[in-house]
């Protein structure tokens, strides 16, 4: 079964930075749009970013627009997610998921992904 690993999480200042990374195992997911989703305490979980392996279009949440940048290591076949000027309210379990090609017009709603790595935690203090 495809599995999605994550790393990079932990725990920074405000005004600090981070890396999340994403790793498909078992199968490729050319086709797809590899997104980040994530998941505050007593909230539901929402869209962050995502971007499509075949071409590379990226999209982001208003929330994280020009603080946050997705992008694709094809030689290692790895999604990355540089989070920069980080927040106390981007406090969240990160998620890595995957969206086949049919789901792209609805890329930032969570029902559009169909596989999901199991999180990563990252916490920003004031």
């Known amino acids: 079964q495809a599995q999605l690993l994550e790393s990079g999480g932990g725990s920074v200042q405000a ?3 981070l890396r999340l990374s994403c790793s498909p195992s078992a199968r490729t997911f050319s ?4 997104g980040w989703l994530r998941q505050a305490p007593g909230k539901g979980r929402e869209f962050v970013s995502a971007i ?3 071409d590379g279009t990226t999209h982001y949440a208003d929330s994280v627009k020009g603080r946050f940048t997705i992008s ?3 030689a290692k076949n790895t999604v990355h997610l540089r989070m920069f000027d980080l ?3 981007d406090t969240a379990v990160y998620y890595c998921a995957a969206a ?3 789901n792209s017009h609805r ?5 559009a992904y169909d596989y999901w790595g199991q999180g990563t ?3 920003v203090s004031f």
Do not use: A, C, F, H
């Not at 086709?31 to 590899?34: A, I, L, N, R």
């Not at 890329?107 to 029902?111: D, K």
């Open 15 to 17: 005004g600090g930075s």
């Open 31 to 34: 086709g797809y749009s590899m």
């Open 52 to 54: 499509r392996w075949n």
């Open 72 to 74: 694709l290591d094809n």
């Open 87 to 89: 927040k106390p309210e």
């Open 100 to 102: 086949p090609s049919g």
């Open 107 to 111: 890329i930032s709603e969570p029902s």
């Open 121 to 123: 935690q990252v916490t």
